[in-house]
């Protein structure tokens, strides 16, 4: 990381400030598909308390994001069956870009371009400090699940595999 690098101001950041959510900047080289193992070890910490911010669509074509922890990935069968619909798949990034404003591998559930229903694998309450995306590529906040949970107000679920 360069001793020039700036904290970035996104959207993500303005809504936490907004609500009077305290967060700690957490900045690393962001390494094109290198997920939430590069940005765990980078920063030091266990990648299960790594947030990954999920867009996803149902059947009809309906948006979603889901939060899961960086070492575990989403049983998108199950969440269909919990959400009632008969499919949930990845969107294609352009499509998650359109949705959040954010550039895959940066996209924060902080401050979205389009509302979007959020679903949170359950188990990230339990947690002291999370670290999720700031809403820019190589940027994460370490923030409370209580702050996450009281701005977004996700359903939680238990859709990890």
């Given at each position: ?21 305290p ?46 922890h960086?070492d ?10 919990i959400?009632?619909?008969k ?21 924060s ?53």
């Open positions: 990381m360069s001793s020039k690098t700036r904290v970035p101001v996104t959207p993500a950041t303005r809504l936490l400030r907004q609500e009077g959510v967060y700690e900047e957490c900045l690393y080289d962001y390494v094109e598909h290198g997920g939430t193992a590069v940005s765990s070890q980078t920063l030091g910490v266990d990648e299960h308390a790594v947030v990954k911010t999920l867009v996803m669509e149902d059947d009809t074509g309906s948006p979603l994001i889901v939060l899961m960086g575990h990935s989403v049983s998108t069968k199950n969440l269909a069956r959400i009632g619909v499919q949930v798949k990845p969107c294609d990034p352009a499509v998650a870009e359109k949705h959040s404003g954010y550039r895959v591998g940066g996209t559930p902080f401050g979205t371009r389009k509302r979007m229903p959020v679903y949170m694998q359950e188990t990230i309450a339990g947690l002291d400090r999370i670290y999720i995306n700031g809403g820019h590529r190589g940027f994460l906040v370490a923030i409370s699940p209580a702050d996450l949970i009281r701005v977004l107000q996700p359903v939680a679920v238990d859709v990890a595999n």
